[in-house]
């Protein structure tokens, strides 16, 4: 599939715009149009659902160590900044960045590629920047410029080494920037926090200083207690949240992937310390089979388990479960959601103040003067047991999912190129998004085969009963194949038809968007029906 169809589908069909797109859009930001906003909201509806609402606290579920309660909250965006500072994000949540003095471009440390080079007595290192396609083509143009060479002349470039990265190069002064014509153009890479930051408040001075959120998880670590105290969930029991997330992408890119602004579905599931490795599994498979369960190919999906050694010891796994996006070189996979086991690091540091995470075991954190980095609220954030008396910190799993990155999935999944026939008959090639119904922005269409003969009425009795319960849609106008072919983009998996017979006996036409299979039914048995395809 190729990403610039489904890109103008989105625009085309009202799906996604870019944000502020009359004053020429504003790079990492994304609206949602009318049938966007109804995908994704159904897509956290659908998550909401499985994991909070529809979740069976008595039955112990396969794959589970045993029942558990699930239960939701909504915090704030902006939050105390000495969140930030406990749970890492005012250190430790920043990307290196070099900067071009000759072309005055900002780039990811760790993003620049490429080759050691050598010709005319002179080894260079070229580079070329995230944005590039084809890196090794970009670099063999860049070292041949440099060169003053020509293209037919490129096997006398002598190279040293296959694609690595910038990180890789400790001597900026040999390294010969994407964009740059001269060498040592590279400034050493500095460090770039990537929380928005606001101001508090009509004074503004840096103590009114607050961040928007990076995350939604951390303001269910600092709920953790009145959670605890206001209902009566008993541990083991996860806490869910979605909501916006902001994050200063340094190159925001592939469509809503890498955006500024976008929306996390996070779980905060708190257990016991013995069992938090079985908890781990459980949620790992428990995440993996939702998206199967959507409609997600599980040719696409992968869960990597990350290596041991990109752990931090306080960790028993982490877990990205990652989709063979289309605009991904083959073989590659792009991050929807991570699983992690985060021991008790939150809670503790938000207790005693910010962990060091290298420490084993953990202790807090201690600037020059051996007092804590970063204070902690002082409060008790331990569980007691009231079976068993036994009091502890708990651990948390962490399931953090992307809903737009859920969304750009499901619609990359969905668009599909086939054929059916037109009004005469004829075979003609149809774009169709294949949604998942549970998910499809409308999930059904009610036309009438004519404007006369009372078919619109009956058509509006129709559409107006089905509306109680779902978002369908009218339309009289224009030939029926026509209505079909704007419903398959819209990813509507139903369309219902009123036609002459309708008249006589009360029945009406189910179309089937992926099959093209079309049947009669009655229609008083429509919605019982519907509801059935829907699930
Ligand atoms: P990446 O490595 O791609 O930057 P991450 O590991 O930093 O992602 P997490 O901090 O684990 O991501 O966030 C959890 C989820 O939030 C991700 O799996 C993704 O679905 C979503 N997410 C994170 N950053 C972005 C972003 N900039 N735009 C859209 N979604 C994002």
Wanted: charged residues 30%; glycine residues 8%; hydrophobic residues 35%.
């Amino acid at each position: 599939m190729e990403m610039e169809k489904l890109v103008s589908l989105c625009k085309r069909r009202g799906f996604m715009f870019q944000s502020s797109e009359i004053y020429g859009g504003i790079n990492g930001f994304w609206d949602y149009g009318p049938l966007g906003v109804e995908l994704k909201r159904n897509i956290k509806d659908a998550w909401w659902r499985d994991m909070v609402t529809g979740h069976d606290d008595l039955a112990q579920l396969p794959g589970a160590p045993a029942a558990y309660e699930m239960t939701g909250l909504d915090c704030t965006i902006i939050m105390h900044p000495q969140v930030w500072k406990c749970s890492g994000h005012y250190d430790l949540f920043h990307d290196y960045m070099v900067d071009c003095r000759e072309s005055k471009k900002r780039y990811r440390h760790d993003q620049i590629q490429g080759r050691w080079v050598e010709a005319k007595d002179k080894k260079i290192f070229a580079t070329a920047g995230s944005d590039s396609e084809s890196p090794e083509a970009d670099i063999e143009r860049q070292a041949l410029k440099f060169f003053g060479m020509r293209s037919k002349n490129a096997d006398e470039l002598k190279w040293d080494g296959p694609l690595v990265s910038l990180t890789t190069v400790d001597d900026f002064e040999q390294v010969l920037g994407p964009d740059a014509k001269s060498l040592g153009t590279l400034t050493p890479p500095r460090e770039f926090n990537l929380m928005f930051k606001t101001t508090i408040g009509a004074l503004g001075g840096e103590a009114d200083t607050a961040f928007l959120r990076p995350e939604t998880a951390q303001g269910i670590f600092v709920n953790f207690k009145n959670v605890v105290d206001s209902s009566r969930v008993r541990v083991p029991f996860g806490i869910a949240q979605v909501g916006k997330s902001f994050r200063n992408e340094i190159t925001p890119r592939n469509f809503t992937f890498r955006s500024r602004e976008f929306e996390q579905m996070e779980i905060e599931f708190f257990c016991h310390p013995d069992s938090s490795q079985e908890w781990y599994r459980y949620w790992r498979e428990r995440r993996f089979q939702w998206y199967k369960d959507m409609g997600l190919d599980e040719g696409k999906l992968i869960l990597r388990e990350h290596d041991p050694e990109e752990l931090a010891h306080y960790s028993i796994g982490t877990a990205d479960i990652e989709y063979a996006f289309p605009f991904l070189p083959e073989g590659e996979y792009g991050e929807l959601e991570g699983i992690a086991h985060r021991g008790d690091f939150d809670l503790r540091s938000h207790m005693e103040g910010k962990l060091d995470p290298s420490t084993n075991p953990m202790t807090v954190e201690l600037n020059e003067e051996g007092k804590p980095k970063h204070r902690g609220s002082g409060k008790d954030l331990s569980y007691r047991d009231d079976i068993t008396g036994e009091r502890f910190v708990p651990h948390v799993v962490e399931p953090s999912a992307g809903a737009d990155r859920a969304t750009l999935a499901f619609l990359c999944e969905a668009f599909t190129e086939d054929e059916a026939p037109d009004d005469k008959g004829n075979m003609q090639t149809r774009t169709v998004m294949k949604l998942h119904p549970r998910i499809a922005p409308i999930k059904a269409a009610i036309f009438p085969l004519v404007k006369k003969d009372g078919m619109p009425e009956m058509a509006q009795d129709i559409y107006r009963s089905l509306k109680k319960d779902w978002n369908v849609f009218y339309d009289e106008k224009g030939a029926v194949g026509r209505r079909y072919r704007r419903q398959d983009e819209a990813g509507t998996p139903f369309c219902i038809t009123i036609d002459g017979e309708s008249m006589q006996d009360q029945t009406v036409t189910i179309r089937h968007r992926d099959t093209l299979e079309q049947w009669r039914v009655k229609a008083d048995d429509l919605s019982g029906e519907l509801r059935k395809l829907i699930g």
